[in-house]
C-alpha cells in the first residue's frame, strides 16, 4: 500500500518565477493538506482540500493556489516567487474525520 | 502563528536513557498528537491522544495531556540512536471538525551510543 507522494523532490527557482508542486495521498484517503515548513521551525498550515474544494485556509496570500483532482490528487501553486518562499513543502493526507494525518518526504523548495 | 511551544529546543542524551519533552498550546483542542522527522524529511505519526484521555502507551512511548495546564509530554524510553530525529506536537483545534495541525517549533533530540 503506497503512502503519499510528493514531486518533485528538489526544485531550484528564480524570483518571480511560479511553480508547482504534486501530491498523491494514502490510498483510501480523500482529504489533503498542504504545510510549509521553514528551516528551523514547524510546519504551518497552507490549506486543506476535500471533495474537490478548498475546505480551510491558513494564513498565506493568494499567491498560493491549489487544486484537487477527482482522483484526490492535489497541486499546490506558487506564483511571484520570493525569496522567502524557499521551504520544505509537505503535503499531508486523511480520511474523513480520522484526524491522523500521514505525511510525504516533501519538496524542498530553493528560491534563488 | 504557531500555536504549539516544545520544550526543551534541544535535548542531548547517551543511549539507554529516557528522553521527555513538553508541548504547551494555548487554545481549546479536539486531540494532540506528535510527530517525529528525520533530517528534514516528512513527518511520521507517533500517537495521538484525545481531548479527554490523560495518558496513552505506544511502545516506548508515553505521552501525558493535561487539558487544564494546557500541556503534553513524550516520554521515549530506553532510547537508541535510532530515535535521533527532530520531534513535534500538534494540536487539532476545534474548527467545525475539520482536521487542521497547528505545529510547534519542535524539539531536536540527539541520542548517542
Known amino acids: 500500500d503506497a503512502g503519499v507522494t510528493q514531486s518533485p523532490t528538489h526544485l531550484i527557482k528564480t524570483r518571480g518565477q511560479q511553480v508547482t508542486l504534486r501530491c498523491s495521498p494514502k490510498s483510501g484517503h480523500d482529504t489533503v493538506s498542504w504545510y510549509q515548513q521553514a528551516l528551523g521551525q514547524g510546519p504551518q498550515f497552507i490549506f486543506q482540500y476535500y471533495e474537490e474544494e478548498e475546505r480551510q485556509r491558513g494564513n498565506f496570500p493568494d499567491r498560493f493556489s491549489g487544486h484537487q483532482f477527482p482522483n484526490y490528487s492535489s497541486e499546490l501553486n506558487v506564483n511571484a516567487l520570493l525569496l522567502g518562499d524557499s521551504a520544505l513543502y509537505l503535503c499531508?493526507?486523511?480520511?474523513?474525520?480520522?484526524?491522523?494525518?500521514?505525511f510525504g518526504p516533501g519538496t524542498r523548495l530553493t528560491v534563488l | 502563528s504557531q500555536q504549539g511551544e516544545e520544550d526543551p529546543q534541544a535535548l542531548s542524551i547517551q543511549e539507554g536513557e529516557n528522553a521527555t519533552m513538553n508541548c504547551s498550546y494555548k487554545?481549546?483542542?479536539?486531540?494532540l498528537q506528535w510527530y517525529r522527522q528525520n533530517s528534514g524529511r516528512g513527518l511520521v505519526h507517533l500517537i495521538l491522544?484525545?481531548?479527554?484521555?490523560r495518558e496513552k502507551h505506544s511502545g516506548r512511548l508515553r505521552v501525558t495531556l493535561d487539558t487544564s495546564k494546557k500541556s503534553s509530554s513524550l516520554l521515549i524510553t530506553a532510547s537508541r540512536a535510532a530515535d535521533t530525529a527532530s520531534y513535534f506536537c500538534a494540536t487539532d483545534a476545534i474548527t467545525g471538525g475539520y482536521n487542521k495541525l497547528i505545529f510547534g517549533a519542535g524539539t531536536r533530540l540527539a541520542v548517542h551510543p
Open positions: 491522544i484525545r481531548s479527554n484521555e
Open positions: 499531508a493526507s486523511s480520511w474523513g474525520r480520522d484526524h491522523t494525518q500521514y
Open positions: 487554545t481549546s483542542i479536539n486531540n
